[in-house]
T-cell receptor, first 112, second 113 residues
Framework: DAKTTQPPSMDCAEGRAANLPCNHS???????VYWYRQIHSQGPQYIIH???NNETNEMASLIITEDRKSSTLILPHATLRDTAVYYC?????????????FGDGTTLTVKP | NAGVMQNPRHLVRRRGQEARLRCSPM?????VYWYRQLPEEGLKFMVY????????ESGMPKERFSAEFPKEGPSILRIQQVVRGDSAAYFC???????????FGQGTRLTVV
């Protein structure tokens, strides 16, 4: 699986959009970008994933650059409950869907 | 439909004792994954099991650790002769097949004293 690079921490004001970047310059053509988050002391939660097109669901949007070397997770209206560690993972899908390599992630702090 | 259930949520063991961690997957899920999260570190994959079979154990320590997922009952992660370095949060995830997204439980926090 390709390696990813994320900033260690970010702050965001409540109600504003949170934009979390991820670099994955060595991504292969058959690898997907996945995002998870881990709220303090809880199990990781799947957020969204994509291959090359932008994706949106009820939780977030995923913007992948045309060359696929980086992506951005967007939480459109961050709330205090979105404070968590966010992990960007690159993985060949769909096989071994539960086996992921988690890095250090980005600690997002949403402030009132 | 209940989520992935792990028990106990907290487990305290003395050095040298055995720890048994249980994971009941979501209904209809026959694939289970175990992860370990050491204090202040990220999650590390340990083992992937399908009913009665170990599919991938590339992340399992070579000694003292074992995992099973019997035909009936929960998946068990067993740690023999625990040491202080085994203190961590252990998470289990399950999926209906190996090709669909997995859902995580709330974890078992093991403390070795």
């Amino acid at each position: 699986d390709a390696k990813t690079t994320q900033p260690p921490s970010m702050d965001c004001a409540e109600g504003r959009a949170a934009n979390l970047p991820c670099n994955h310059s060595t991504i292969s053509g058959n690898e997907y970008v996945y995002w998870y988050r881990q709220i303090h002391s809880q199990g990781p939660q799947y957020i969204i994933h994509g291959l090359k097109n932008n994706e949106t669901n009820e939780m977030a949007s995923l913007i992948i650059t045309e060359d696929r070397k980086s992506s951005t997770l967007i939480l459109p209206h961050a709330t205090l409950r979105d404070t968590a560690v966010y992990y960007c993972i690159v993985r060949v899908a769909p096989t071994n869907a539960g086996k992921s390599t988690f890095g250090d992630g980005t600690t997002l702090t949403v402030k009132p | 439909n209940a989520g992935v259930m792990q028990n106990p949520r907290h487990l305290v063991r003395r050095r040298g004792q055995e720890a048994r961690l249980r994971c009941s997957p979501m209904k209809g899920h026959s694939h289970v994954y175990w992860y370990r999260q050491l204090p202040e570190e990220g999650l590390k994959f340990m083992v992937y099991l399908q009913k009665e079979n170990i599919i991938d154990e590339s992340g399992m320590p070579k000694e003292r650790f074992s995992a099973e997922f019997p035909k009936e009952g929960p998946s068990i992660l067993r740690i023999q002769q625990v040491v202080r370095g085994d203190s961590a949060a252990y998470f289990c995830a399950s999926s209906p097949t190996g090709e669909t997204e997995a859902f995580f439980g709330q974890g078992t926090r093991l403390t070795v004293v």
